[in-house]
């Protein structure tokens, strides 16, 4: 009998620029590497409450640094990552509840629509500077994503059921159950062990974990196609 | 005309876990990549005070975190790192100061053995969990790298002169300079650009703008020797 395929939970919010970069590496090696994944969208903001952590950028030589690191991850990674202008009103102001509220209603209703619209998210705050605070943000990039205006505007109209509401508060408490203080978290589940790992940065060292071979960001199968 | 060796600066304080994974993968890579590693003994405390930064492991959430991934990295990595039992006495109280002078006195005095009791006081703090603060402590570890006695006694008497104060103080600075919040920090001077990059997880990103290959924290040639 061979290896039963391991699951791999990542937990993300679309205000997070590593985040993204997690998403991209594992969405590319899921058909490499004998895994399943689950995407679990989460809300940083709740996150950094119950851990009692505060965002790196805040401090301004954090701010500072993570300006330059994520330009040049975003090279070598290949994904079109932008600091978006007025930083601080975006992450800290304007936030992500809604939009974290929608990808809970993609992912109860429309599943396999979760990692498309996710990225459209993405793409939006993380590289075109856009909104994705109002309603028709959200819409756009829903559609954008593929599914249908109609199926958006019902998606929509969900964000505000307990159902949906519940759903986001139970994934963040998940992930603070896996001792998250930030976002993203992997979590493996490789062997009867669970492995929570923080962070764009341990993918590596998932590799290693799952007995898997890393082959870069930008796996070579993954290349080819870029 | 080939290219001219690049040169990569490593800022470092013993008390920094992360430091030693750094250190050691850029010791093993120094002679296959096209390098100069220039290793630059710094103050860990003062770059936090610096920079307003706190040490992670004040976070409880953080330091539980941080126990099992530097026990997954040591593995991955390949070093023998070991919690100490009480880390909070050993990081936040002891401190470094003293052997981190010391250290400063064997780059100006010996800087051939720098490499070597570097490595046996991360063995003593971060491994066997003995005391790097005691005078006889640091003397054992420049014994056991390779000094004699006499060198490693006159090395400890230099600590307290204003030379090796002042040049601490001064490659503390230059770290903050480069925007340090934290070590360990690789500064690569590349094509007269300058890079800062913080972490012991930024080592594939400085192959990839180095332009040399990354193979993992165990390149193959040494892991032959290990």
Same mark, same amino acid.
């Given at each position: ?29 899921? =058909?490499?590497? =004998? ?9 940083? /903001?709740?996150?950094? #409450?119950?851990?009692? =952590? #505060? *965002? *790196?950028?805040?401090? !301004?030589?954090? /701010? ?15 994904? *079109? ?25 993609? =992912? ?7 990692? #498309? ?17 109002? !309603? ?32 986001? #508060?139970?994934?963040?408490?998940? /992930? ?7 976002? !993203? ?31 870069? *960001?930008? !796996? ?7």
């Amino acid at each position: 009998m061979g290896h039963l395929p391991r699951t791999l939970e990542l937990f993300y919010d679309v205000l997070s620029p590593y985040s993204w970069l997690s998403f991209e590496i594992l969405c590319r090696y899921k =058909n490499i590497w =004998n895994v399943r994944l689950q995407l679990r969208p989460s809300f940083i /903001a709740g996150i950094m #409450k119950d851990s009692g =952590n #505060k *965002p *790196p950028a805040l401090l !301004p030589r954090k /701010a500072k640094y993570m300006t330059n690191d994520i330009q040049l991850l975003g090279q070598h990674v290949q994904v *079109p990552i932008q600091f978006p202008k007025d930083f601080f009103s975006v992450i800290l102001e304007k936030g992500s509840l809604r939009a974290m509220r929608f990808l809970t209603a993609v =992912n109860l209703e429309h599943p396999e629509m979760l990692e #498309k619209v996710s990225r459209e998210l993405w793409m939006r705050v993380w590289s075109r500077d856009e909104d994705i605070v109002e !309603p028709q943000s959200i819409l756009a990039a829903a559609e954008k994503a593929g599914l249908s205006a109609q199926q958006a505007q019902g998606l929509l109209e969900k964000v505000s059921t307990s159902q949906v509401k519940n759903q986001l #508060k139970e994934t963040t408490e998940a /992930a603070c159950k896996h001792g998250a203080f930030g976002l !993203p978290v992997t979590v493996a589940h490789v062997d009867g062990q669970t492995h929570m790992l923080f962070g764009s940065d341990r993918m590596e060292l998932l590799a290693y974990l799952l007995g898997e071979k890393w082959m870069g *960001p930008v !796996p070579p199968a993954v290349s080819a196609r870029l």
